[in-house]
């Protein structure tokens, strides 16, 4: 068994990279050894809020204080922290707010939440937030004065990092830029490479300046880290290392990097990234075994085993298949570039694009659409097997649902069930036909087959939209009947099926996804990390997709991360 000591430290190490998602799978797993430590479901629960999954991290905090477990808290350091957790989630509804009664409505009733955390506690942390917000909100005198205590508590803070942010944020809320460009410089030398400290101060900042037009200035004082996606020129055939532009080298912040390894090429950038300090990402288009065998022809076999050993994170497209078949090459891109993406927003900082051949390399903007991925694929020569099996995989969307209640319905109710409800999946589908590749219903069970993740997304929410409560009444059919859906993205087979003499979709990456169907919550669409990372890739922040977690999938399939797709943001 892992101490708790030892739990805290791995958690704690995630989150300071940025990496709130490992942050909540180790807290998930040490809260299966010790069920009952709150601090432990504190961490969980921040990091469900860093990630920006304040739905679950609200009905977390929402079913904890209806038990009364936050009534048994001895610590009063643990006990200012949940408190200041409900308006942290307020400030994040604040945030994202766009219109402004909303946004300084929700931004006053955040101030007085940390407000009164102040008042029982009179720590500095609740005091700047009430603070900024009370700002936000359009009552200065009263950020004045909240600022001034901050700074007045700060003192006796022993973490430097968050005395001197402290300082530097209320300092801009006092009209002293000097003073605040100061303290917030020495803070960003004190982070000592907690990547998620400085961040979550940027982003406050940065939204007082944006809102409010203040600390600009004092704001561009705190360094941001450097977040690359690499990429390997196809038709590179040099034997060194390439030589890293000076931001790279020089990257003072911190440096996360995330990449593919498909040759030789990959595996002298990851090398050259890990010798100067990366935290080091790798999305593998198989299995690491297949992939190892794969460069093992290469003479690179040990080599990757020291990449895979040294890289924080590995995941992979699919579990089998051939490391050189395009489908699962472009799949790694994707999933790559939209996992670099998702972290560049998680740590406030643009992405950046490092390409590499003949031993030079260069930094780019990404393109927004991914588009440039697909292009490098088709480029990419022809190191697989070429073998007539994996060959004839192709990368589709794939949608599963049900409808939670189907079963308890009278038998006298399922002609309605179907002219209502599967009529409404069939109007809702009409639209999107033109991306809709094979659809199947059997009883409340739906299969769909798409040609891309944003069609998928559509059709999941007009799949939600049309199980209407007032049309299920009127047809006599329970009101409170729920759809669920599961949504992926993998490389399938496509043949046909002689039984219903139709073209039909099977494979693997079909399987997975009719399992998460099942665990996902009726009401609610659940997506894979490959799913949302591609849509990130192809969209950024168009759609939000909550992190839930590393869930065990139905039937003894194993387990994978999942997001609960929100909506669309904005």
């Not at 030892?6 to 300071?16: E, M, N, P």
């Not at 410089?185 to 000592?192: K, L, N, P, Y």
């Not at 590995?314 to 939209?338: F, K, W």
Request: hydrophobic share 50%; proline share 5%.
């Amino acid at each position: 068994m892992t101490s708790q000591a030892d739990w805290t430290a791995a958690i704690a190490r995630a989150s300071g990279a940025g990496d709130h998602l490992r942050a909540i799978d180790l807290a998930t797993r040490a809260l299966r050894e010790y069920p009952d430590d709150l601090s432990l479901e504190y961490r969980r629960l921040l990091a469900f809020a860093r990630a920006g999954a304040a739905h679950r991290a609200t009905a977390e905090l929402d079913a904890l204080t209806r038990a009364g477990a936050l009534d048994k808290i001895a610590e009063s350091r643990l006990r200012v922290d949940f408190a200041s957790l409900r308006g942290r989630l307020l400030k994040d509804r604040a945030m994202r707010a766009t219109e402004p009664t909303a946004r300084g409505r929700l931004a006053a009733a955040a101030a007085d939440a940390y407000e009164r955390v102040f008042a029982a506690s009179d720590s500095y942390f609740p005091a700047i937030n009430a603070a900024t917000l009370w700002h936000i909100a359009g009552d200065r005198d009263r950020a004045v004065a909240m600022a001034r205590r901050a700074v007045a508590r700060a003192a006796n803070e022993t973490d430097a990092y968050w005395r001197l942010a402290t300082e530097g944020e209320a300092h801009i809320l006092l009209g002293d830029d000097i003073a605040a460009i100061g303290a917030l410089r020495d803070a960003a030398a004190a982070a000592a490479g907690r990547l998620d400290a400085v961040a979550s101060t940027r982003r406050q900042l940065s939204w007082l300046a944006g809102v409010c037009g203040i600390g600009q200035t004092a704001l561009a004082a705190m360094p941001t880290p450097l977040v690359l996606h690499w990429l390997a020129d196809p038709g590179d055939t040099s034997a060194a290392p390439p030589v890293l532009p000076p931001a790279v080298a020089g990257a003072a912040a911190g440096l996360v990097a995330f990449g593919s390894i498909f040759s030789g090429a990959d595996i002298f950038i990851a090398e050259a990234l890990l010798a100067i300090g990366a935290d080091l990402h790798l999305v593998l288009p198989c299995a690491a075994d297949i992939c190892r065998a794969f460069l093992a022809d290469m003479a690179l076999g040990d080599r990757f085993d020291t990449l895979v050993a040294a890289a924080t994170t590995v995941s992979i497209v699919t579990p089998e298949g051939d490391p050189g078949e395009p489908t699962v090459l472009n799949l790694a891109l994707r999933q790559a570039r939209g996992q670099a993406l998702l972290r560049g927003a998680a740590l406030l900082t643009p992405v950046q694009v490092l390409v590499c051949g003949e031993g030079e390399a260069d930094l780019r903007a990404p393109v927004p659409d991914g588009s440039d991925l697909g292009r490098l694929t088709a480029a990419w020569p022809d190191i697989g097997r070429n073998d007539p099996v994996w060959s004839r995989r192709t990368v589709r969307a794939i949608v599963f649902g049900d409808v939670k209640g189907f079963s308890t319905i009278a038998e006298i109710q399922h002609a309605a069930f179907l002219d209502v409800v599967v009529g409404g999946f069939a109007v809702a589908l009409e639209s999107l036909q033109a991306h809709v590749e094979y659809a199947e219903t059997a009883g409340d069970g739906l299969y769909i087959v798409l040609s891309d993740v944003v069609a998928a997304v559509q059709t999941c929410f007009a799949l939600h939209q049309s199980i209407d409560p007032a049309r299920l009444a009127a047809a006599g059919l329970p009101p409170d009947l729920l759809l669920r859906l599961s949504a992926h993205v993998g490389p399938v087979f496509r043949g046909l099926d002689r039984v219903i003499g139709r073209q039909k979709f099977f494979g693997k990456e079909v399987i997975r996804t009719a399992r998460i169907e099942p665990v996902t919550p009726p009401g609610e669409t659940y997506v894979t990390e490959q799913f949302a990372a591609a849509l990130y890739c192809e969209t950024g922040a168009a759609y939000a997709c909550e992190y839930v977690g590393n869930q065990p999938m139905a039937k003894g399939f194993g387990e994978c991360r999942m997001y609960s797709l929100r909506g669309e943001e904005g």
